[in-house]
């Protein structure tokens, strides 16, 4: 089974409008982070924001949330206002307690275009 | 403070050459990942060092590749002899401690063609 799923390989959305991009996980952990990444055309990966499992309260950073349902098991990111500058793959991310190895798994990425 | 930095930015080369890509670490990170992006297999890790130790090299295709890190600032990942399917982007990333909501930071990347 995937430990992390993005369901959405793209997505479209009108300039500063609020996007959400899709994001379930799945572990046995009571302890675990995750990770949302940024990947514009140019290439390089960029960290956005991450959420504890013991965290109460959603991550924000600037324009992006998570919106953290633990029961559900999703991490679903939004970012607010879009800009052109939005557009590029987003992933998703989580590390695990078990094992002691900590090793982040990535999803598949979801391309998202901004359309002016 | 400067990021990962990574070189080359881009590769060509030929089928049967050795290809080596280089990694600086941000400093004070104890964690080093090697990552490889292709449109099949999205991204995957290769290796991760400790404190300059391989910890799991599993995610090593096979034993044309290799990785050192010689030192807490230094790190290569060579291809010998490299071949068409090598074409790829390779990531180098580094961590500071590990734990679960230690954030990695990535290179830019190097992107690989074999011919």
């Known amino acids: 089974a995937q430990k992390i799923t993005q369901t959405q390989p793209g997505m479209f959305v009108q300039e500063k409008e609020a996007v959400t991009l899709d994001c379930t996980y799945d572990?046995?952990?009571?302890?675990?982070?995750l990770f949302w990444y940024k990947q514009p055309s140019s290439g390089e990966m960029i960290f956005l924001i991450y959420?504890?499992?013991?965290?109460?309260q959603n991550a924000t950073e600037g324009r992006y949330s998570l919106n953290f349902q633990k029961a559900r098991k999703s991490a679903n990111l939004v970012i607010s206002a879009s800009q052109l500058g939005d557009s590029a793959m987003y992933f998703c991310?989580?590390?695990?307690?078990?094992?002691?190895?900590?090793?982040?798994?990535f999803g598949r990425g979801t391309s998202l275009i901004v359309h002016p | 403070d400067a990021g990962v930095i990574q070189s080359p930015r881009h590769e060509v080369t030929e089928m049967g050459q050795e290809v080596t890509l280089r990694c600086k670490p941000i400093?004070?990170?104890?964690?080093l990942f090697w990552y490889r992006q292709t449109m099949m297999r999205g991204l995957e890790l290769l290796i991760y060092?400790?404190?300059?130790?391989?910890?799991?090299d599993s995610g090593m295709p096979e034993d044309r590749f290799s990785a050192k890190m010689p030192n807490a600032s230094f790190s290569t990942l060579k291809i010998q002899p490299s071949e068409p399917r090598d074409s790829a982007v390779y990531f180098c990333?580094?961590?500071?401690?590990?734990?679960?909501?230690?954030?990695?930071?990535f290179g830019p990347g190097t992107r690989l063609t074999v011919l």
């Open positions: 990333a580094s961590s500071f401690d590990g734990r679960v909501l230690d954030t990695q930071y």
């Open positions: 572990t046995s952990d009571q302890s675990y982070g």
């Open positions: 959420q504890g499992s013991y965290d109460e």
């Open positions: 991310a989580m590390r695990e307690a078990s094992g002691g190895s900590y090793i982040p798994t």
């Open positions: 400093s004070g990170h104890d964690y």
């Open positions: 060092f400790n404190n300059n130790v391989p910890i799991d």
